[in-house]
């Protein structure tokens, strides 16, 4: 199953030798960003193979026209799309007056792509022998400056090998780009303007509709054996939306000769004057220069990896995938900016459309809880405040709420719903949910109530509004029902009294109310302030609980166990380890009503309210449902593996942890889903990292303190994490035989260890056995 061309190292991704079938992989793989751009490792020079061209700015969309079959009332009119950006990182290369293409020279040798996942930077380097006879050697070194976020910069470099070369660099910045996934195959750029003044060119465009202005730029500088020859261009060649300028060198047999290209973008959300800011940026980056902004790249990432980076010994591939998704999490998202988020591919292709899923609040916010300051979970919580009056005008224009009851969109980019699927964008409801608990989650891990009253509680008043006013009386049963709805597991539509949202729809009225209570009392002008400007009257308020008082939840005595929906145990209950493997991966091999009868799970949902609200349920519960609801579970999402690898740790089922843990970690390096050419799944990273820190190290936050219940996997020799918990940083060691705690702060901290309070004092660390 494994793709298994990726090489086991501890602190990168390596691949060797060249394969033409798996470039639009690695592409994906090799990746880089900077929390505001990023860009698929699509090579600089030209490729006549296949290949995925993508770059992508942050916050840079465009809105395309929906297609569908058969439109249905209530379908957003458009698709926010995941934008391909200008490419800035072209440099066409003429040697001896051949093109370089590696599909077309007559052999590739030596090929390797190294991604320096501790330093920030990608290599490519190969031999190569062209047509003409050329024998060079290329090594190119690129990445996207954390400290200065809106540069990149790619040093190329060729050696020829066997005589002396005429080398034309022909480095240029392509505003002409589309989209793979363009529903009408419609241009998305508008060009506006191209400039060049000595070795700078800009190219500034617009997005139609949306009217972001970007201005991509780049500088180049032509250098022998690392000595800068400052050429000016031999002439710009111009289009309305593309510029390339060309030097020329004669290079002697066995000299070093490189082109350092200096690009990226400015952007209309952050400049008024993107051009200007352009030229400003170009000089703050030459004033470092490339060693400088490499060395600065290096200890930006040092300082990312201080605080989260996880090590694992005696498991290469384990400790490779874990700091993989570490990397790629950080290279999507760094919380410096509320109106941001993480999309399901981050910056490595262009799939799923927009950039905001539930997976952000489900599986995302934890890690940056924990490995970050805490300005950053609340950025991303802000980012659902800002967001709230386009929610109640989803639910009120598109689907008929009213009352200022919320729906947040499935997907997102800007507020709107841009996910056109009925049984999806309809009826996939239970994402209010995680929204709320999220807000809840921020609370109990940071301790930081103020959040509440200055934001949350509108939040969770819209949402308790709508899961009101969603469910309905069912006199047969004499309780509250939610009807037609698709859970977390998407291979069933339409179904009813789905348990998971029936639970979360309860929890959250029933938590909205309690805050309101808690806000009344103890921040009484917030109170007034916000029930005033929701308009919430006591009446209201009963009317709420009487729906959460009296939820339906349905259940099987015979089996113990919740039903997924009313109608689960009609289904055809043959385990998934009795299917034919040969009909894996069902949402490939299947017609969807197939699908839609199977008992098959994609991924966790009685299983993901488990996972929530473990501590209202007893370990029995959760193992008889566990072990019902795993064996029907195909795992077919990325967000699938990692709840069921924390469960299978809680439940002891270690040998079942570790193999979820290796699909988590290992899911895009070893492409199980077949699919990591798309790009990579980036929010079910956050998600592994869950699998270690609250899986094998049982962390769980109770009643203002951390609790562990540390467990190894018989494969690893230690492994050590650490967590920001309300601003001490507490670093754990696990190995078989004991956990040592220390704290880097100011404090003592208290904590919990297999049900023992012990004292962490600062420097000092303290062994359990
Ligand atoms: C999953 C959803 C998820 C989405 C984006 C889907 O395959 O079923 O739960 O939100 O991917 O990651």
């Known amino acids: 199953m494994n793709q298994d061309y990726i090489k086991p190292d501890n602190w990168s991704i390596i691949e060797e030798g060249f394969d033409a079938e798996s470039v639009k992989s690695s592409e994906s793989l090799f990746s880089i960003g900077n929390g505001a751009m990023g860009q698929r490792a699509n090579f600089e020079e ?33 698709f926010a799309k995941v934008l391909n950006a200008p490419n800035w990182i072209g440099i066409d290369i003429e040697i001896n007056g051949e093109n370089l293409d590696m599909n077309a020279c007559t052999e ?37 400056s954390i400290t200065l976020d809106e540069v990149g910069i790619i040093n190329y470099e060729i050696t020829p090998l066997n005589k002396d070369a005429k080398i034309v660099y022909k480095p240029y910045i392509d505003a002409g780009v589309t989209n793979e996934d363009a529903n009408w195959d419609e241009k998305f750029w508008e060009p506006l303007e191209v400039k060049h003044t000595g070795n700078e060119a800009f190219v500034t465009a617009q997005t139609f509709k949306t009217h972001f202005k970007v201005t991509t730029f780049m500088q180049n500088s032509v250098l022998e054996n690392g000595r800068n020859l400052n050429l000016s261009p031999a002439n710009f060649d111009t289009t309305t939306d593309k510029i390339q300028s060309s030097y020329d060198v004669i290079v002697g047999q ?27 940026v170009i000089q703050s980056a030459l004033a470092k220069g490339y060693d400088q902004l490499l060395q600065d790249q290096i200890d930006a990432w040092a300082k990312i990896w201080e605080m989260s980076d996880i090590t694992i010994d005696g498991d290469v591939k384990a400790q490779q995938g874990i700091r993989f998704n570490i990397f790629q999490l950080n290279q999507t998202y760094l919380g410096k900016d509320s109106r941001l988020n993480i999309g399901p591919k981050g910056f490595t292709g262009e799939k799923y459309g927009g950039s905001t899923y539930w997976d952000t609040e489900a599986y995302c916010i934890p890690f940056y809880m924990a490995t970050k300051d805490q300005e950053v979970a609340r950025n991303l919580l802000t980012y659902r405040y800002n967001h709230l009056e386009k929610a109640i005008e989803n639910a009120e224009k598109n689907l008929g709420f009213k009352d200022g009851a919320a729906l947040y969109p499935m997907v997102t980019m800007n507020g709107e719903e841009c996910h056109n699927e009925w049984e999806i964008t309809h009826e996939e409801i239970h994402r209010n949910g995680a929204i709320a608990f999220a807000i809840f989650n921020y609370y109990r891990f940071t301790g930081d109530y103020s959040y509440i009253p200055e934001k949350g509680l509108e939040v969770l008043i819209g949402i308790a509004r709508f899961w009101h006013q969603r469910a309905n009386f069912s006199k047969d049963k004499n309780q509250y029902v939610i009807l037609g709805v698709t859970g977390p ?18 929890w959250c009225i029933d938590y909205t109310y309690e805050q309101i209570q808690k806000v009344s009392l103890e921040f009484p002008s917030d109170h007034k302030r916000i029930i005033e400007k929701v308009k919430l009257a006591e009446t209201e308020l009963q009317e709420w609980k009487k729906v959460a008082d009296n939820m339906y939840f349905p259940k099987s005595e015979e089996l113990g166990v919740y039903l997924q929906q009313d109608g689960f145990l009609d289904k055809d209950l043959v385990p998934v380890k009795d299917l034919d493997p040969a009909q894996r991966p069902i949402n490939q091999k299947w017609s969807w009503d197939r699908v839609l009868r199977s008992p098959y799970i994609k991924q966790a949902d009685v299983l993901q309210c488990f996972y929530f609200f473990e501590e209202h349920f007893t370990k029995e519960e959760l193992k008889r449902n566990f072990e019902f609801y795993e ?9 699938s593996p990692c709840v069921h690898s924390i469960q299978a740790a809680a439940l002891d089922k270690m040998d079942m942890a570790y193999t979820f843990y290796l699909r988590t970690s290992r899911l895009d390096l070893d492409d199980y889903n077949k699919e990591v050419e798309e790009g990579c799944h980036i929010t079910s990273m956050a998600g592994t990292w869950m699998s270690i820190v609250e899986g094998f190290g049982g962390m769980r936050v109770k009643n203002n303190k951390l609790h562990f219940s540390p467990k190894i996997p018989k494969e690893w020799k ?3 994490f650490k967590i920001n918990f309300r601003g001490q940083i507490l670093k754990v060691d696990i190995n078989h035989y004991e956990t040592a705690f220390s704290v880097d702060g100011t ?6 260890v297999n049900n023992n309070a012990v004292v962490v004092s600062p420097y000092n660390t303290v062994t359990v056995k």
Request: charged share 20%; proline share 2%; net charge positive.
């Open 747 to 752: 404090e003592d901290l208290t904590i919990v």
């Open 718 to 720: 230690a492994y050590s």
């Open 108 to 144: 590739v040798t030596d090929f390797r792509r190294e991604l320096n996942m501790k330093e920030g930077w990608y290599n490519r380097s190969f031999n190569a022998k062209m047509k003409n006879g050329t024998e060079i050697a290329v090594n190119v070194t690129r990445f996207l």
């Open 46 to 78: 030209s490729y006549t193979g296949k290949t995925f061209q993508g770059s992508y700015i942050a916050g840079i969309y465009y809105p395309d026209k929906t297609k569908v079959g058969w439109w249905k009332n209530g379908y957003p009119e458009y």
């Open 254 to 280: 066995g000299k070093k000769s490189s082109i350092q290209k200096i690009g990226g973008y400015t952007v209309s959300l952050n400049h008024t004057n993107t051009l200007t800011a352009a030229e400003k």
């Open 489 to 506: 597991n998407e291979y069933e539509n339409n179904i009813n009294n789905n348990f998971y949202t029936n639970y979360i729809a309860k």
């Open 631 to 639: 064996s029907f579970t195909v795992h077919e999402s990325s967000l």
